[in-house]
Protein backbone atom coordinates (compact mmCIF):
# COMPACT_ATOMS: atom_id res chain seq x y z
CA UNK A 1 0.00 0.00 0.00
CA UNK A 2 1.06 3.60 -0.92
CA UNK A 3 1.27 5.69 1.99
CA UNK A 4 3.12 8.60 3.82
CA UNK A 5 4.12 12.09 2.83
CA UNK A 6 8.05 12.84 1.66
CA UNK A 7 9.67 15.89 -0.13
CA UNK A 8 11.98 15.71 -2.74
CA UNK A 9 14.04 18.39 -4.78
CA UNK A 10 13.04 18.63 -8.38
CA UNK A 11 15.89 19.89 -10.59
CA UNK A 12 16.13 22.09 -13.70
CA UNK A 13 15.91 19.48 -16.28
CA UNK A 14 12.89 18.43 -14.02
CA UNK A 15 14.70 15.42 -12.79
CA UNK A 16 13.35 13.98 -9.38
CA UNK A 17 13.47 10.96 -7.27
CA UNK A 18 10.59 8.65 -6.45
CA UNK A 19 10.27 8.02 -2.97
CA UNK A 20 12.39 4.37 -2.53
CA UNK A 21 9.01 3.43 0.04
CA UNK A 22 6.99 3.78 -3.37
CA UNK A 23 9.08 2.46 -6.17
CA UNK A 24 8.60 -1.13 -5.60
CA UNK A 25 4.84 -1.13 -5.50
CA UNK A 26 4.77 1.64 -8.35
CA UNK A 27 6.77 -0.81 -10.14
CA UNK A 28 8.93 -0.94 -13.18
CA UNK A 29 7.20 1.53 -15.78
CA UNK A 30 4.33 3.32 -13.49
CA UNK A 31 2.27 6.11 -15.20
CA UNK A 32 1.85 9.81 -14.69
CA UNK A 33 -0.70 11.92 -15.78
CA UNK A 34 -2.89 15.27 -14.66
CA UNK A 35 -4.76 14.84 -11.63
CA UNK A 36 -7.46 17.06 -9.54
CA UNK A 37 -6.88 20.13 -7.99
CA UNK A 38 -3.55 20.79 -9.53
CA UNK A 39 -1.71 17.90 -8.88
CA UNK A 40 -0.31 15.02 -10.84
CA UNK A 41 -0.98 11.43 -10.13
CA UNK A 42 1.75 8.29 -10.79
CA UNK A 43 0.23 4.48 -10.49
CA UNK A 44 1.37 1.45 -11.34
CA UNK A 45 0.65 -0.47 -14.96
CA UNK A 46 -1.21 -2.94 -13.26
CA UNK A 47 -3.29 0.33 -11.19
CA UNK A 48 -4.05 2.48 -14.56
CA UNK A 49 -6.58 0.85 -15.49
CA UNK A 50 -8.72 0.18 -12.50
CA UNK A 51 -8.29 3.87 -11.79
CA UNK A 52 -9.68 4.33 -14.63
CA UNK A 53 -12.89 2.48 -14.58
CA UNK A 54 -13.32 4.54 -11.13
CA UNK A 55 -13.50 7.31 -12.59
CA UNK A 56 -15.77 6.67 -15.44
CA UNK A 57 -17.50 4.02 -13.48
CA UNK A 58 -16.60 1.30 -16.62
CA UNK A 59 -19.79 3.24 -18.59
CA UNK A 60 -20.60 1.53 -21.85
CA UNK A 61 -21.76 4.53 -23.61
CA UNK A 62 -19.13 6.90 -23.80
CA UNK A 63 -20.85 10.11 -22.63
CA UNK A 64 -18.98 13.98 -22.67
CA UNK A 65 -18.37 13.71 -19.14
CA UNK A 66 -16.57 10.08 -19.82
CA UNK A 67 -14.73 11.65 -23.21
CA UNK A 68 -13.73 14.83 -21.17
CA UNK A 69 -12.55 12.26 -18.10
CA UNK A 70 -10.56 10.64 -20.86
CA UNK A 71 -9.30 13.74 -22.79
CA UNK A 72 -7.83 15.40 -19.13
CA UNK A 73 -6.09 12.10 -17.62
CA UNK A 74 -5.51 9.86 -20.51
CA UNK A 75 -4.41 12.55 -23.14
CA UNK A 76 -1.85 13.54 -20.55
CA UNK A 77 -0.32 10.24 -19.47
CA UNK A 78 2.96 9.26 -20.05
CA UNK A 79 4.95 6.09 -19.25
CA UNK A 80 7.52 6.83 -16.69
CA UNK A 81 11.45 4.97 -17.39
CA UNK A 82 13.29 5.76 -13.74
CA UNK A 83 17.15 5.40 -14.01
CA UNK A 84 18.59 3.07 -11.77
CA UNK A 85 18.32 5.73 -8.44
CA UNK A 86 14.73 5.82 -9.12
CA UNK A 87 14.91 9.23 -10.80
CA UNK A 88 12.31 10.16 -13.53
CA UNK A 89 11.76 13.17 -15.66
CA UNK A 90 8.71 14.75 -15.56
CA UNK A 91 7.36 16.07 -18.96
CA UNK A 92 7.22 19.50 -19.49
CA UNK A 93 3.42 19.49 -20.12
CA UNK A 94 2.88 17.88 -16.77
CA UNK A 95 5.56 20.44 -15.00
CA UNK A 96 4.05 23.26 -16.17
CA UNK A 97 -0.10 22.49 -15.47
CA UNK A 98 1.37 21.65 -11.53
CA UNK A 99 3.56 24.50 -11.89
CA UNK A 100 6.39 22.43 -10.45
CA UNK A 101 9.98 23.36 -9.42
CA UNK A 102 12.57 23.76 -6.98
CA UNK A 103 10.48 21.33 -3.88
CA UNK A 104 8.02 18.30 -4.60
CA UNK A 105 5.58 16.68 -1.70
CA UNK A 106 4.86 13.02 -2.66
CA UNK A 107 1.92 11.47 -1.16
CA UNK A 108 1.18 8.15 -0.67
CA UNK A 109 -2.96 7.70 -1.29
CA UNK A 110 -3.54 3.71 -1.07
CA UNK A 111 -3.21 2.92 -4.60
CA UNK A 112 -1.45 5.82 -6.16
CA UNK A 113 0.87 8.89 -5.20
CA UNK A 114 -0.25 12.45 -5.63
CA UNK A 115 2.82 15.01 -6.84
CA UNK A 116 2.42 18.27 -5.31
CA UNK A 117 4.54 21.89 -6.15
CA UNK A 118 5.46 21.92 -2.36
CA UNK A 119 4.03 25.30 -1.69
CA UNK A 120 0.27 24.23 -3.17
CA UNK A 121 0.39 21.08 -1.50
CA UNK A 122 1.18 23.00 2.13
CA UNK A 123 -1.68 25.14 1.17
CA UNK A 124 -4.09 22.41 0.41
CA UNK A 125 -3.29 20.26 3.72
CA UNK A 126 -3.62 23.44 5.95
CA UNK A 127 -7.16 23.65 4.22
CA UNK A 128 -7.87 20.05 4.63
CA UNK A 129 -6.93 20.27 8.69
CA UNK A 130 -9.48 22.40 8.94
CA UNK A 131 -12.30 21.16 7.62
CA UNK A 132 -11.44 17.39 7.92
CA UNK A 133 -14.23 17.13 10.60
CA UNK A 134 -16.99 17.94 8.11
CA UNK A 135 -15.12 15.91 5.29
CA UNK A 136 -15.70 12.93 7.41
CA UNK A 137 -19.52 13.88 8.40
CA UNK A 138 -20.35 14.76 4.76
CA UNK A 139 -18.75 11.59 3.90
CA UNK A 140 -20.92 9.67 6.32
CA UNK A 141 -24.20 11.66 5.14
CA UNK A 142 -23.38 10.21 2.05
CA UNK A 143 -23.34 7.03 2.32
CA UNK A 144 -26.28 6.52 4.50
CA UNK A 145 -28.55 8.46 1.77
CA UNK A 146 -27.45 5.16 -0.45
Same mark, same amino acid.
Given at each position: ? *???? /????????? @? %?? !? +??????????????????????????????????????????????????????? *???? /????????? @? %?? !? +????????????????????????????????????????????????????????
Amino acid at each position: M *LIGQ /YKAVINLKR @R %VA !I +PSKFRKELGENPIISRWYEGCLVIVSRESWKALLERLTGARSKVTEPVRDTDRFI *LGSA /YELEPDWQG @R %VV !I +PKSLAEYTNLKDETTFLGLGDRVEVWNRASWDTREKLIAKKAGELIEKISKDEKGR
